[in-house]
């Protein structure tokens, strides 16, 4: 994994989610709908995202470890896509999806969405610390509702406190 960018980045966002969930002392990813997976997942993809990505395309998330090519599956059911034929994962899909991977990876399904849903409003902008396109609002976006959404969070609550995020940001946009 030491190879694998995606995979030192989604490490790295696990010590983004933990700190940022519930407070700096507190172990609040411990319920079956945490989404610490997710996040981390989420992480990887919007750093390695580049001008000129297309947001139907394969992405897979430990795909050196697994030795295959970037747009393979990897560690996960599915590569990351826009495109339901190629990720067909929804909301009910939460339910069979085992805890924690599988379930994170649901989670970062909806959040690879939103993601390009921004960039499709806002545009991309390839700097990552003080840009102003869509990828920098969206993961502006993800880190204020992680520090919003309390302890435990299950995915509605996740996904109101990124409406809280965006209403205190945005004031709605």
Same mark, same amino acid.
């Given at each position: ?9 989604? &490490? ?20 079956? &709908? ?13 750093? /390695? ?17 697994? *030795? ?12 990351? *896509? ?16 085992? $805890?924690?991977?599988?379930?994170? *990876? ?35 976006? $993800? ?5 919003? /959404? ?16 965006? /209403?205190?940001?945005?004031?709605? /946009?």
């Amino acid at each position: 994994g030491d190879f694998d960018n995606g995979v030192i980045a989604h &490490e790295y966002g696990h010590g983004i989610s933990t700190r940022l969930t519930g407070g700096p002392f507190t172990s609040c990813l411990s319920n079956d &709908e945490q989404m610490g997976e997710g996040w981390s997942d989420f992480f990887a993809l919007m750093l /390695q995202m580049k001008s000129g990505d297309d947001p139907a395309a394969r992405r897979g998330i430990g795909t050196f470890v697994m *030795s295959q090519s970037t747009s393979d599956t990897g560690i996960r059911s599915y590569p990351y *896509s826009t495109d339901m034929a190629v990720n067909p994962f929804t909301f009910a899909s939460s339910n069979t999806e085992v $805890v924690p991977h599988g379930v994170g *990876s649901v989670w970062a399904t909806m959040l690879w969405d939103l993601a390009w849903a921004y960039v499709g409003k806002y545009g991309f902008d390839s700097n990552k610390y003080s840009g102003t396109g869509g990828n920098n609002k969206v993961m502006r976006l $993800v880190l204020d509702g992680l520090k919003l /959404q309390g302890c435990n969070p299950t995915f509605v609550t996740a996904r109101n406190a990124l409406i809280s995020a965006d /209403q205190n940001t945005t004031g709605g /946009q």
